[in-house]
């Protein structure tokens, strides 16, 4: 079987750089090891996405509703202190409703609109903020994410814990065998997402809204990362 010399340049490339690394790997003494660390924290802000849904005759009459408490509830926000940048009201949907006799064609019975609200802010506002979301109609919590304003620096302070977790392993264990690090031969890393999130039905939105001493638990930082150190010989 003949080669042209742009196959010679394919099969020496990269699938043969692949395989002399897997054949140095299998030549080495390796030592792996895993670190991890978890950091929890108390969370001082919200993410809160809340919806109106209304149900009307036409598309426009619901539409209008939809805009009319949500405009209602933004104004309100602002006189909060909520920042307007802090706000997302963008979304709509419409979607026609239908009732569907038994034998005969579906009825078209009006329209259903639903907009959502989203917006970040101080955790010690969001027991009003859900009072006067059902004050001017949102019905509806879509979602809860707890927060810290300290984010970066915790997860960085997670990294650096999962690496330092990594190093004392790895060090006890050569140590344990009677054997010495030579450097490290490969890293594996994917990066986290802190944890924390409370998801409220319609039901109990307003008890929510309106039980002061109700506990937010803890944001969880954790991370993880994968390192074999090559051992002397």
Same mark, same amino acid.
């Given at each position: 079987m003949?080669?042209s010399p742009l196959?010679?340049?394919?099969?020496?490339?990269?699938?043969?750089?692949?395989?002399?690394?897997?054949l140095?790997?299998?030549?080495?003494?390796?030592?792996e090891?895993v670190?991890?660390?978890?950091?929890?924290?108390?969370?001082?802000q919200?993410?809160?996405?809340?919806?109106?849904?209304?149900?009307? =005759?036409t598309?426009?009459?619901?539409?209008?509703?939809?805009?009319?408490?949500?405009?209602?509830?933004?104004?309100?926000l602002?006189?909060?202190?909520?920042?307007?940048?802090?706000?997302?009201s963008?979304? %709509?949907?419409?979607?026609?409703?239908?009732?569907y006799?038994?034998?005969?064609?579906?009825? %078209?019975?009006?329209?259903?609109?639903? !907009? =959502?609200?989203?917006?970040?802010?101080p955790?010690?506002?969001?027991?009003?903020? %859900?009072d006067?979301?059902l004050?001017?109609?949102?019905?509806?919590? !879509?979602?809860i994410?707890?927060?810290?304003?300290?984010?970066?620096?915790?997860?960085?302070?997670?990294? =650096?814990?999962?690496?330092?977790?990594?190093?004392?392993?790895?060090?006890?264990?050569?140590?344990?065998f009677?054997?010495?690090?030579?450097?490290?031969?490969?890293?594996?890393?994917?990066?986290?997402?802190?944890?924390?999130?409370?998801?409220?039905?319609t039901?109990e939105?307003?008890?929510?809204?309106?039980?002061?001493?109700?506990?937010?638990?803890?944001?969880?930082?954790?991370?993880?990362?994968?390192?074999?150190?090559?051992?002397?010989?």
């Open positions: 003949k080669f196959t010679r340049v394919v099969l020496c490339g990269m699938p043969a750089l692949l395989a002399s690394y897997a140095q790997a299998a030549d080495l003494p390796l030592l090891t670190g991890v660390s978890q950091i929890e924290a108390e969370p001082d919200a993410q809160v996405t809340v919806a109106v849904v209304v149900k009307a =005759d598309a426009a009459a619901a539409k209008d509703q939809a805009d009319t408490a949500v405009a209602a509830f933004i104004e309100r602002l006189k909060t202190g909520v920042a307007k940048q802090d706000i997302s963008a979304n %709509l949907a419409l979607a026609p409703q239908y009732r006799p038994k034998d005969e064609e579906p009825v %078209l019975v009006g329209y259903r609109a639903s !907009r =959502d609200v989203t917006l970040t802010l955790l010690a506002l969001l027991n009003p903020v %859900l006067k979301a004050a001017e109609g949102l019905n509806s919590v !879509r979602a994410n707890l927060k810290s304003s300290k984010e970066l620096q915790l997860k960085l302070q997670a990294r =650096d814990a999962a690496i330092a977790d990594a190093k004392q392993k790895a060090k006890a264990l050569a140590k344990g009677d054997a010495k690090l030579d450097g490290v031969w490969s890293i594996r890393y994917f990066e986290q997402t802190p944890v924390a999130s409370l998801r409220f039905s039901a939105l307003k008890q929510a809204s309106s039980d002061q001493s109700y506990q937010y638990g803890s944001v969880t930082f954790s991370d993880r990362v994968e390192v074999s150190y090559k051992l002397k010989q």
